[in-house]
């Protein structure tokens, strides 16, 4: 580390201690400070308005912030903040321009990987619950991922699957030898007990996503009798433990309106979550189910409420299918994440199960360079309308050429499905979600 990037990091450090100190009224004087410092004129028309949020206590932005200072361990709290801040954006802002100038690739800033397919429940609709205890990463391999990440500057990891918790001793290994990253996890929650609560308070730089569907009825009838109250069981056991958590929700054609409405949002933020990410159901598999995917009306009802949400609820809530506009569009293929399944396999995208790479045989910047992932570079953005984002449920000629034109193999470990069985599924989907998506992004 330069004496410059050790400067920046002892900056940052005094910003934390400075805003431990009183973040309602310290917060608001940092603003100032960045405001008179930006002397480009980068962050004039972004500043005003978060001084004006944050400095309000009716304010649901400036109520989420500070329940960070209330409801969150101190020490968990600083650990995460210096991890996400100086490594997770300063490191990988400089070091990713250096390897997309020398190699000409996508360098992400966060990596999914599946420690196991392995898992305890059964959902509808899920492929990984087909696949059962066979394949697993192992901890020197999960360990060599996060090892060449950091070579890239990425120090960003979120594990999927299966069910990640069935590997909680190695997850926790692996939080203490790279204790300079963040990582979350997806997980149903059923595997979460006081003692890995006490893990994670113990490295303070590992923050779980809960799924969940809704109400009791919907998330039972996904995911199996009793799921329901064993994650709300996980969540208060967090909670005490004042350790950060959010939630993760796919929304279907079934719970479309229970996932997105008020009283669930307000149970989240009740339950102590600080962050909800939603998820369109993808008919990824052959014998996926059609049918749970939300029909035009429904996801636009969801596309405004979520935005409602963000001006009135203190949650950080978003949708990556709706919320592509902020991001640029599609954010696979390396642009901002890829995806390594537990047979080591380098996909784009957690939900496109094609690869011509893996992990055993190729390094992740080889992955990179690879032709599949180059093709996503040079697609992106799939669509001119932000709305309209992934190169399979809205623009699946997109994908199905690039799989066919890079020779990719499927990696479905259960029943190789043809990119033209899969594409075939989302074409009425995309000609219906069209005529909605151009009437919203053209207002």
């Known amino acids: 580390m330069g004496i410059k990037d050790k400067a920046t990091t002892v900056g940052v450090k005094q910003v934390l201690k400075y805003l431990e100190k009183n973040p309602q009224d310290n917060i608001p004087k940092i603003i100032d400070w960045l405001e008179k410092a930006d002397v480009n004129g980068s962050m004039v028309q972004q500043l005003p308005v978060v001084k004006e949020k944050l400095s309000d206590p009716n304010n649901n932005w400036n109520q989420l912030v500070m329940s960070l ?55 509808t609709g ?8 066979r394949l697993n990463l192992s901890y020197d391999e999960i360990d060599n991922i996060v090892t060449q990440g950091k070579d890239l500057g990425i120090y960003m990891y979120f594990y999927t699957g299966g069910e990640p918790m069935v590997r909680k001793e190695d997850i926790i290994k692996i939080c203490e030898k790279h204790n300079d990253c963040v990582f979350l ?4 929650g059923t595997l979460i007990d006081e003692k890995f609560a006490d893990e994670m308070l113990r490295v303070k730089n590992f923050v779980p996503a809960i799924s969940i569907e809704g ?42 309106d229970s996932i997105s409405s008020e009283e669930f949002m307000d149970q989240l933020i009740n339950f102590g979550a600080k962050f909800a990410f939603f998820f369109h159901y993808m008919p990824v598999g052959n014998d996926a189910v059609t049918d749970l995917l939300p029909n035009p009306k429904q996801r636009e009802m969801i596309y405004h409420r979520i935005r409602d949400y ?23 293929g390396g642009r901002y994440y890829f995806h390594i399944n537990p047979h080591g396999d380098i996909e784009p995208c957690v939900f496109i199960h094609y690869s011509d790479s893996n992990i055993r045989k190729n390094t992740i910047l080889e992955a990179l360079c690879n032709p599949l992932f180059m093709a996503y570079k040079e697609g992106q953005p799939f669509n001119d309308n932000m709305l309209r984002p992934c190169p399979m449920l809205e623009n699946p000629e997109k994908l199905r050429k690039m799989v066919h034109d890079t020779d990719a193999k ?12 899969l594409c075939d ?10 005529v909605k998506a151009d009437e919203l992004w053209n207002k």
Not at 225 to 247: E, H, N, R, S, W
Not at 425 to 434: F, I, L, S
Request: glycine residues 6%.
């Open 69 to 123: 200072y209330t409801d969150i361990d101190g020490e968990v709290r600083n650990k995460l903040f210096e991890n996400f801040l100086v490594n997770s954006l300063m490191k990988w802002g400089k070091r990713s321009n250096e390897v997309k100038e020398q190699y000409g690739c996508n360098v992400p800033w966060l990596i999914l990987l599946d420690p196991t397919s392995a898992c305890n429940l059964h959902c």
């Open 126 to 133: 899920c492929w990984a619950s087909e696949y059962g205890n």
């Open 185 to 188: 996890t997806f997980t149903n």
């Open 215 to 256: 109400n009791e009825e919907v998330t039972d009838a996904r995911r199996g009798k009793g799921t329901y109250q064993k994650v709300i069981k996980a969540m208060k056991i967090l909670k005490d433990k004042k350790l950060p958590f959010g939630v993760s929700c796919c929304y279907t054609s079934v719970n479309a």
């Open 310 to 332: 963000r001006n009135t609820k203190a949650l950080f809530t978003m949708d990556f299918q709706n919320d592509a506009e902020f991001v640029g569009g599609c954010i696979a």
């Open 410 to 421: 499927s990696t479905d470990m259960e029943s190789v499905e043809p990119v033209d069985h």
């Open 425 to 434: 599924k989302c074409e009425d989907y995309a000609a219906n979600w069209q």
